[in-house]
DNA sequence: TACTGTATTAACAATACTGTTAAACATAAA
DNA sequence: TTTATGTTTAACAGTATTGTTAATACAGTA
């Protein structure tokens, strides 16, 4: 044979993380994945025993990336509005290349209590980390008078809904691979962007 | 037999609806519905002659109720920030009614095109209107000096941004049953809620 | 009373899906 | 070339799941 050193094993991977991301664990088969890896559908459970054992290893991958990125997109020391400008871009391009992302890992944290105290204790110090930064940069500038009193944790949710919420809408509006050539997409893309930035940067600030 | 007049058609209807809403389409079983309803599985056949048929029936009246809401909450004249204040909070009420409704509807969408196209026929006149009004609303607003120039789309999309993902973030926070007994569940929505108002309203006026 | 249409049940049929196994095959090292 | 090791295949087993059917019950009605 040609021996394909990994290969089999990563044609899998690859097959299964589209599978799952598009149609999540129940929708998914495994001689579906077989057959877009182009192997033999005894090969899954060669190397992943289980449907389980494999949706894991894409799931936590998956969960990390996201969350992750969240953290570290608003991990830096802020001079506040320049800051919070470049971590809501940030977020919001990385959620661009990933679409379906934000929506599958929601999803099956719902559907499986495990999966989600399994994120919650992955993510709980950094998550506590950056919202302790967060509340201190935040006083500092209402001290300053530039902006009005607000929690992190209200602050971080709001541009997470802003953000995940223009993919999931991209997703109901723009279903198909053709939909994505068109121009509306882009637009719609770079309007949602601007959007976010202004809505919470200028929601933050004090009227007259 | 007891004859149960309609009754065994009406139990079907309310198990599935509560299986397919936790659960989805690919997660909940024909078999798993009968128990639930306390009837013979092949009643489901018998009322609705496949699992499809009885989705579809869940399904739309369920898209119906989300859509046909938020419409309906946006859709009185405007003595602009009162209404859009009471929009906002009759909206998010509505959702905190049924918290899994919008991630069960957003996801069946994205995952079957003919649902999207059903959607969004459905929706498009009244959609349509709903924008022509708030347009104008806006633009008055705007003469006034009020506020800034914002589309009436961008507003919506914003709205629905942070009410829907509120409930998404609640379904992973306090995911059982107990879990929404406690205290923490009832302070997380009225912050929300609060939040919500202030962000959309902050957000549109201008700053010194 | 017998007839008709609807409702119900249990048993069955057909298929889909996950997981197992034994044997074949390829390759590198001895 | 032989052997050891890891990889691949086809065939199968077991179960879950959806869907079908024939027999039966019952209510209303002619």
Redo the contacts with the bound molecule.
């Keep these: 044979?040609?021996?394909?050193?990994?290969?089999?094993?990563r044609l899998i991977l690859e097959a299964a993380e589209k599978l799952f991301m598009e149609k999540g664990y129940n929708g998914?088969?495994?001689?579906?994945?077989a057959k877009n890896a182009g192997?033999?559908?005894?090969?899954?459970?060669?190397?992943f025993?289980?449907?389980?054992n494999l949706f894991s290893r894409i799931f936590e991958q998956k969960a990390a990336q996201l969350l992750g990125f969240f953290v570290e997109a608003f991990n830096e020391d802020y001079p506040f509005f320049e800051k919070l400008k470049t971590g809501i871009e940030t977020h919001f391009d990385f959620l661009s290349q990933t679409p379906e992302l934000p929506l599958f890992v929601l999803n099956e944290i719902i559907k499986d209590k495990n999966r989600r105290n399994y994120i919650f204790n992955k993510i709980r110090p950094a998550g506590e980390e950056i919202l302790k930064r967060m509340t201190k940069a935040i006083a500092e500038e209402v001290c300053k008078g530039t902006i009005r009193p607000t929690k992190a944790g209200d602050l971080l949710m709001n541009i997470a809904s802003l953000n995940v919420f223009a993919f999931v809408a991209l997703q109901v509006l723009f279903s198909s691979d053709e939909d994505r050539q068109q121009e509306g997409y882009i637009k719609f893309l770079e309007e949602r962007r601007k959007n976010n930035v202004e809505l919470i940067i200028n929601g933050l600030k004090i009227k007259n």
Tied chains: 1, 2.
């Design positions: 044979m040609e021996q394909k050193a990994g290969n089999t094993e998914t088969k495994t001689m579906d994945i192997v033999n559908h005894a090969m899954i459970h060669y190397y025993r289980t449907k389980e």
